[in-house]
Each structure stands twice: as structure tokens, then as C-alpha cells.
């Protein structure tokens, strides 16, 4: 019998959730240079103001999202990823959603992100779900291989 997936908000230090970071990490560095990746850190998003969702069926874990408050009524999406095995379950689509309700009952204004311009499942996903193109924002500077992004969020 095939264990439905189960979207939760978890701890990120876990060795299946270090794993699937660290798989992001090379991904990440297999498109772009240092500079234009702005992963945050295990250390980070252990704080406070990060809601960090796994995705997983059974103990196997398939993908990661977290929701970082900025402190101004907006929120960033860092460090969403999707395993290998896992892709075709729209599971980035779930994760995405995740986030969304996350950010309503926080009562955040809107949620924005930067992705790369390489990644263009992520950028149609994202497009899809009604983000659209922003100027940099936060601590970003203009990068050509970087895309910002957000989408107004009704508070529930």
C-alpha cells in the first residue's frame, strides 16, 4: 500500500531534511556562480522567525520550503526543493500552497522570493500561482542571473 505524502512543519536539522539541503546546495552551485546563490544557512533557518515545512512519505523525505518572516508584513520563500524521486507529484505545487497558508495565518501582506533565471520549472510554478516580477528586494542587489518575484496575500 503507497504512504500518502504528509506536509508538515518539522525541525530542518534532521539527517534526511540535511540531506535534501545539501542537494540543493550542489544543484544551486551546478547553475550559478557563489555570488548569485543566497542559500540560506541550517543556523538560519532554525530561527524564530522561519516556518520550515518537509514534505515526506513514511520516513523518506521528498522536499523542503520554509516561509521567513522579514518583520515588515512580508515574508520570503527560502530553500524550497524538491528531491529527484519525487518530481511529476506536484509536490512543489503542495509545498507552494504550504507556504501560502502559512503566510494567511501569519497575517503576512505578501510573500516574495528570488530564484534563478536557470530554473524554469520553478519560475512557471511560481508564475502560475500568481507571483510576479519585483525589483530586488531586502538586502538583494540586482542580479542578472536572479528573478525576484512576490504575490499579495489575503490574512486569514
Not at 512543489?92 to 494567511?104: F, H, I, P, Q, R
Amino acid at each position: 500500500m503507497q504512504q500518502d505524502i504528509i506536509i508538515q512543519r518539522e525541525p530542518p536539522r534532521q539527517p534526511g531534511v540535511i540531506r535534501l539541503l545539501e542537494l540543493s546546495n550542489a544543484y544551486a552551485a551546478s547553475l550559478y556562480p557563489a555570488e548569485s546563490n543566497h542559500m540560506l544557512p541550517l543556523e538560519e533557518l532554525e530561527l524564530p522567525n522561519v516556518s520550515f515545512f518537509v514534505a515526506r512519505r513514511g520516513e523518506i523525505v521528498l522536499g523542503c520550503a520554509s516561509l521567513v518572516r522579514d518583520g515588515d508584513g512580508t515574508a520570503e520563500i527560502k530553500r524550497m526543493f524538491v528531491d529527484d524521486a519525487a518530481r511529476g507529484l506536484k509536490l512543489g505545487k503542495k509545498l507552494l500552497e504550504t507556504l501560502e497558508v502559512e503566510a494567511s495565518a501569519l497575517k503576512i501582506s505578501a510573500i516574495r522570493l528570488e530564484t534563478g533565471i536557470y530554473q524554469p520549472e520553478a519560475i512557471g510554478l511560481y508564475r502560475k500561482a500568481g507571483y510576479v516580477e519585483i525589483e530586488p528586494f531586502g538586502s538583494y542587489s540586482p542580479d542578472p542571473l536572479s528573478l525576484f518575484m512576490e504575490k499579495t496575500v489575503s490574512a486569514g
